[in-house]
Every structure is written in structure tokens, then in C-alpha cells.
């Protein structure tokens, strides 16, 4: 008797990203969050995509760029798609996919999701009605917001900001991988939000959403201090008609003074480190004795003055 064999086990559908930007050096903080991110894509059997966010074209260096791709590898992070490798859903950098930001700019100004807005950030630090929502965005005090609808005839988003109005009052509820349930207030836990500003670059919010979905990504793993971007996004995804993916938001390591870890420390920065003589494991150890416990909800600062 010839013995059975087994059928083939079916690829996984597991998609996940990690999704740095060459701004500078990548820290302690960058190898956690995409650590975590591999090693889930890792356990699903999934893909996992490096997407290169160089959305910022002041900021963004080819020497950051080549360092990314090194201190990640060097930590033992493997991708299966990226802008080095190529793969079925190129360009992976962000500055080569301006036409999908277009085209979800017109979507959402025809759909009467977003409206100009001429505000300067000095014009909502000056506000005395546009608290902090402690995640990098003053609350949107409304100045510019139209009680009618907006005009269709723009042709290009450039040259003035744009706002998506979010539903006031309606509590935006996701699945958190790590800390479960959670609910933000449309218009009381955050406000109408930035979708492209005025020099022709789209906002984070905008790009991210678009990318994940047209990447097919099926679980965003990124750091806690982002949770409650989730509520934006999820309303870009409906807007979008896209299908909103699954949520990790990890735990982030802070400083000593209670700030999360930024590009500004450059002593905690992997190639620093690695210049240290530390080794891979090394930097695994450091990071699980900096790492707060696994299920606190942490509270992020204003660090907008910094």
C-alpha cells in the first residue's frame, strides 16, 4: 500500500508590515515594535511587507534609508515584499505612490468626507479651545469646518489643508490584540483631522490607511502611542469603502522621563549600539527590561512642545 500523503498546507493569508521612515536612525523603540511585528507574521506563517515611509521629503535621507535596511536585518527581521526585493504590490515606497493618495483624496471629496481648511498650526496652538488629544493633534476647534456642503471643483488637493469631519458623538469601537476592546469619541476623544496638507503631501493618517489597504494587510502591528489614530483611520477606511484590518498596538518604551523613545536619542539607536559591540540578543534583552508589563494601558504626554 502506498502511504497518503498529506495534502499541502495552505499559505496563510497573514499579512502584517512594519513601516519605518528614513528620517535617522532607527532606536530601541523601532526594534521593539518591529520585532513584535515579524515575530507575528513569523507565528502565522504569514507575509510580512517593509514599507519605506518617505512621505517626508525635508527629512528623509538616502544614508537613513540604507542604515534602516542594514539595522534590521542585522536584528534578524526577514520581509517577504519590500522596496529592496520588489513584490505583487510595488511601489513599497511612499513617495512613489502619490496616485493612490490622489485618488483617495477625490473619493473622499466626493463622497463630502473632507473640507479645505486654512488654519496654521500657530492659528490651533493659539486656541484656547483646541486641547492636546495627546496623540500629536491638537482637538479641531471647528474655524473652518462648512455648515453646507463642499464644493467638487477642485482639481488637485494642493496649496491649502484638508480636514475629514469626523461624526460628532459617535464612539468609533475596535478590537485591540493586546488590550482589547476600546472606544473613542468622535469630536470629544479627537476631532476633525488633517488628510493632506497645504505643500501637496498627504498626512499620515491619509497614506497609512490607503497603503494597508492596497497592500492587503491584515493585522497592523504598531506602537500603543497610536492607538487612538486607529479611531481616525477606521472612519477613512469606511469612507474609503476599504476593509479595515485586524489591530496590535504594542507596548512603547519610554525614557527616563516618562517620554516616549524619538530619533532625538541617539545613544539608544540600533546602530549605536551595534557600534557598542551589542549583539542582537542583546538588544532583545534591553528591550524586554524596558518594556512596561504587557497589558498597562499607557498614557503618552504632550510632547509637542519638545
Known amino acids: 500500500m502506498n502511504p497518503v500523503n498529506p495534502a499541502p498546507e495552505k499559505p496563510s493569508e497573514y499579512r502584517g508590515r512594519i513601516a519605518p521612515s528614513p528620517t535617522g536612525l532607527l532606536h530601541l523603540g523601532h526594534a521593539s515594535t518591529f520585532l513584535t511585528a515579524a515575530e507575528k507574521a513569523r507565528e502565522a506563517r504569514g507575509t510580512l511587507v517593509l514599507r519605506d515611509n518617505d512621505l517626508d521629503a525635508q527629512r528623509s535621507q538616502s544614508e537613513f534609508y540604507d542604515a534602516m535596511l ?5 536584528l534578524g527581521i526577514r520581509w517577504q515584499e519590500g522596496p529592496d526585493i520588489g513584490g505583487p504590490f510595488a511601489p513599497y515606497s511612499q513617495s512613489e505612490r502619490r496616485d493612490y493618495y490622489r485618488t483617495a483624496w477625490r473619493k473622499l471629496l466626493d463622497g463630502g468626507f473632507i473640507y479645505p481648511c486654512r488654519c496654521s498650526r500657530k492659528d490651533l496652538a493659539q486656541s484656547v479651545s483646541a486641547p492636546q488629544d495627546n ?14 456642503p463642499v464644493s467638487r471643483d477642485f ?5 491649502i489643508n484638508w ?4 461624526p460628532d ?5 475596535f478590537e485591540d490584540g493586546r488590550l482589547g476592546p476600546q472606544s473613542f469619541v468622535a469630536g470629544t476623544d479627537f476631532g476633525d483631522f488633517l488628510i493632506w496638507n497645504r505643500d501637496d503631501v498627504p498626512a499620515y493618517q491619509l497614506a497609512c490607511v490607503v497603503d494597508d489597504a492596497e497592500m492587503r494587510i491584515t493585522e497592523v502591528v504598531r506602537g500603543g502611542d497610536l492607538l487612538r489614530s486607529t479611531a481616525r483611520q477606521l ?3 469606511r469612507a474609503l ?3 479595515a484590518p485586524a489591530w496590535y498596538h504594542c507596548r512603547v518604551i519610554m525614557d527616563e522621563n516618562g517620554y516616549r523613545l524619538a530619533k532625538r536619542h541617539d545613544a539608544l539607536s540600533i546602530r549605536a549600539l551595534r557600534e557598542q559591540g551589542k549583539t ?7 528591550i524586554e527590561a524596558m518594556r512596561p508589563p504587557m497589558y498597562c494601558v499607557q498614557r503618552f504626554p504632550d510632547e509637542s512642545a519638545q
Open 70 to 74: 542594514e539595522d534590521l536585518a542585522w
Open 135 to 148: 496623540d500629536d493633534e491638537p482637538i479641531y476647534p471647528g474655524t473652518c469646518r462648512p455648515s453646507g
Open 155 to 159: 482639481e488637485s488637493p494642493a496649496g
Open 163 to 166: 480636514r475629514f469631519r469626523v
Open 169 to 173: 458623538g459617535e464612539a468609533i469601537e
Open 235 to 237: 472612519l477613512l477606511y
Open 241 to 243: 469603502r476599504f476593509k
Open 280 to 286: 542582537p540578543e542583546d538588544l532583545r534583552q534591553m
